[in-house]
C-alpha cells in the first residue's frame, strides 16, 4: 500500500452549507408579482437543495406597514403553495435584538454616536454639492485615533452611524449580475440607529440575514445599492456573507415598470380572475429564469431544475396572453370536480339553478377545452343552469315556417329515442333528411330555444347533457 490519499480528494471535502433563503417583504401593500416571483426563486432554490426558507415580515416602517398587508401576503404565497419552513419572523418583534447588536458595535468601535442635527447634516451634503462631490455625512463625530471630538451638544439625543471604511472597495459576485465593486469612498457612514433608539431599515436587514443564517439572498434588483452597506456591516460584525443575487424588475408589455394600468398586479386578483396556483407559478417561473426552451413544467420539475445561472439579466416582459394560455393548458389538465367546487359560487351568484340540471363536472369536462380562466368556464356553463330567454328577433330570424315541422318532428322523436349523443346525432340527420333542411337550420333555432344564445358547444353534446326531461320542457313553449 504506498498509494496516498490526495489532500483533494471529495470525499474529504467539508460538506457544504445547508442553503437556508429568505423572503422578506415589507406589509405595505398586496404581494404583487415582483414580490411573488422573488419568494418562487428563494423557496425552489431551497426546495432544490433541501434547505430551509424563510419567511420574514419587514415590518418596521409602522405608517405604511398593515396587518391587512401581513396577511395578503401570506395569503398570497398559501395561494401558490410556497410554504415557509421558518417564520413569519416579524421584525419589530426583534427591537431588543437590534439594539443589542448596536450596544455591542458602539462598544467595539464599528459604531458611534453623532451628535450632528439634521439641519448640520444637510448643510454639509450641500457644501460638498457645491464643491462637485459626492453629498455625504463628513464625519464630524468619526472617532479617529488622535482626533479631539467636538463638546456633546446639550439636550440632543445622537443617531449612531456605522463606522464605514474610508478605503478600499466593498465587492460582491452577484448570481444574477455579475460581480460589483463599489468604492468606500462613494459610501456614507449610515445611520444605523435614530435619535430614539429605534434601528434603521438597513441594519434590522443585516442582523436578520445573520441571526437567521441566510445562505443566498434573492431580491429585486432595486435593493442592489443596499449592498455593498448591508456587506460592510455584516463584515464589521464578523459575519460570514451570504451569496447575493438580485433580480431584475418585471415591466409591462410596453416596457414600463409593471403597474395596475398592464391589469392585475396583486397575486390575489388572479384567482379571483379564474387562474390557477400552477399555472401562475409556471408563468412566473418562466419569467426572468429559462432552462432551454421548456415552457410548461410541473412545480416539481421547477424545483428540481431551478438553479441561479440560468436568471435573465435583463428585466423580463408581464405577458398577460402567454399566461391565459398557460392558464388553459392547467385548466385542461385539472379535474373537473375541482374547476366545479371553483366556479360554482361564481355561477351562484349568477343566479344559477342546479336543481333538474346536469351535473357541472360534466358541463365543465365539455367548456374547458378553450377556456382560458376558470370564470370563462364558470359563465359559459350558465347556459345549462337557467330558463333560456331567446331574444325574440332572433329567435323569429332562425325559427321560420319552414323550420318549424321540423322542429315539432325533432321534439317527437325526443320522446323515445336513446338519449346519448350516438343516437341524438343520427336522428338529427334524419329529421334533416326528412324536411330537406340543413344542420344550420335547425341547430340555430335548437340553441336559442335551449339555451337562449346562438353560440354553444355542439348541440348533440348540449342535448345530451342537458337531458331528455330539460331539452322537452325547454322546447314545449315553442311549439304550440
Ligand atoms: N423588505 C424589502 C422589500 O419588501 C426586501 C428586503 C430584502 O429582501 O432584503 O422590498
Given at each position: 500500500m504506498t498509494a496516498s490519499t490526495p489532500?483533494?480528494?471529495?470525499?474529504?471535502?467539508?460538506?457544504?452549507?445547508p442553503v437556508r433563503t429568505r423572503f422578506a417583504p415589507s406589509p405595505t401593500g398586496y404581494l404583487h408579482l415582483g414580490g411573488a416571483r422573488t419568494a418562487l426563486f428563494s423557496w425552489a432554490y431551497a426546495r432544490h437543495f433541501g434547505g430551509t426558507f424563510v419567511l420574514r415580515i419587514e415590518d418596521t416602517d409602522l405608517e405604511r406597514s398593515t396587518p391587512e398587508a401581513v396577511q395578503a401576503i401570506i395569503d398570497g404565497m398559501q395561494w401558490l403553495g410556497?410554504?415557509?419552513?421558518?417564520?413569519?419572523?416579524?421584525q419589530m418583534r426583534r427591537m431588543d435584538r437590534y439594539r443589542e447588536v448596536i450596544g455591542q458595535m458602539l462598544q467595539q468601535g464599528t459604531a458611534y454616536h453623532c451628535y450632528s442635527s439634521p439641519e448640520e447634516v444637510e448643510a454639509m451634503r450641500e457644501r460638498m454639492r457645491a464643491a462637485g462631490e459626492k453629498p455625504r455625512?463628513?464625519?464630524?463625530?468619526?472617532?479617529?485615533?488622535?482626533k479631539t471630538l467636538p463638546p456633546v451638544p446639550a439636550d440632543r439625543k445622537p443617531v449612531v452611524r456605522f463606522k464605514n471604511p474610508l478605503d478600499g472597495d466593498v465587492s460582491w459576485?452577484?448570481?444574477?449580475?455579475?460581480n460589483i465593486t463599489i468604492s468606500n469612498?462613494?459610501?456614507?457612514?449610515?445611520?444605523?440607529?435614530r435619535p430614539d433608539g429605534t434601528p434603521t431599515y438597513n441594519f434590522c436587514v443585516v442582523v436578520d440575514d445573520w441571526d437567521m443564517q441566510i445562505t443566498h439572498v434573492i431580491r429585486g434588483d432595486d435593493h442592489v445599492n443596499n449592498t455593498p452597506r448591508q456587506i460592510n456591516i455584516l463584515k464589521a460584525l464578523g459575519a460570514e456573507l451570504p451569496l447575493y443575487g438580485h433580480v431584475p424588475m418585471i415591466l409591462g408589455a410596453d416596457g414600463e415598470?409593471?403597474?395596475?394600468r398592464h391589469g392585475a398586479?396583486?397575486?390575489m386578483d388572479y384567482p379571483a380572475q379564474g387562474y390557477l396556483p400552477e399555472a401562475m407559478l409556471n408563468y412566473l417561473a418562466r419569467l426572468g429564469w429559462s432552462?432551454?426552451?421548456?415552457e410548461i413544467f410541473s412545480v416539481e420539475q421547477f424545483c428540481a431544475w431551478?438553479?441561479?445561472?440560468?436568471?435573465?439579466?435583463s428585466p423580463a416582459q408581464f405577458n398577460p396572453e402567454k399566461l391565459a394560455s398557460i392558464n388553459n393548458h392547467y385548466i385542461k389538465l385539472a379535474d373537473n370536480e375541482r374547476l366545479a367546487a371553483l366556479v360554482k359560487p361564481l355561477m351562484e351568484q349568477d343566479g344559477?339553478?342546479?336543481?333538474?340540471?346536469?351535473?357541472l363536472p360534466k358541463v365543465i369536462g365539455l367548456l374547458?377545452?378553450?377556456?382560458?380562466?376558470v370564470n370563462e368556464i364558470g359563465v359559459a356553463a350558465m347556459l345549462f343552469y337557467r330558463k333560456p330567454a331567446p331574444d325574440a328577433a332572433l329567435l323569429a330570424q332562425h325559427f321560420t315556417d319552414a323550420v318549424k315541422p321540423a322542429l315539432a318532428d325533432f321534439a317527437a322523436r325526443c320522446a323515445s329515442v336513446e338519449w346519448n349523443k350516438e343516437s341524438l346525432a343520427p336522428m338529427i340527420k334524419e329529421v334533416l333528411a326528412a324536411h330537406a333542411l340543413k344542420m344550420p337550420q335547425i341547430a340555430m333555432p335548437l340553441r336559442l330555444m335551449l339555451?337562449?344564445?346562438?353560440?354553444?358547444?355542439?348541440i348533440d353534446a348540449v342535448l345530451e347533457l342537458l337531458g331528455r326531461e330539460a331539452v322537452m320542457a325547454r322546447l314545449q313553449p315553442h311549439l304550440v
Open positions: 489532500a483533494s480528494n471529495s470525499s474529504l471535502k467539508p460538506a457544504l452549507k410556497l410554504e415557509h419552513d421558518e417564520g413569519p419572523f416579524y455625512y463628513d464625519g464630524t463625530w468619526r472617532p479617529e485615533a488622535g459576485d452577484d448570481v444574477v449580475k455579475g469612498r462613494e459610501m456614507d457612514d449610515l445611520v444605523i440607529a415598470k409593471l403597474s395596475k398586479v396583486s397575486v432552462h432551454g426552451n421548456e431551478f438553479d441561479l445561472d440560468h436568471l435573465s439579466k344559477a339553478d342546479f336543481s333538474n340540471a346536469p351535473a374547458k377545452e378553450r377556456a382560458h380562466t339555451t337562449g344564445q346562438l353560440q354553444t358547444p355542439a
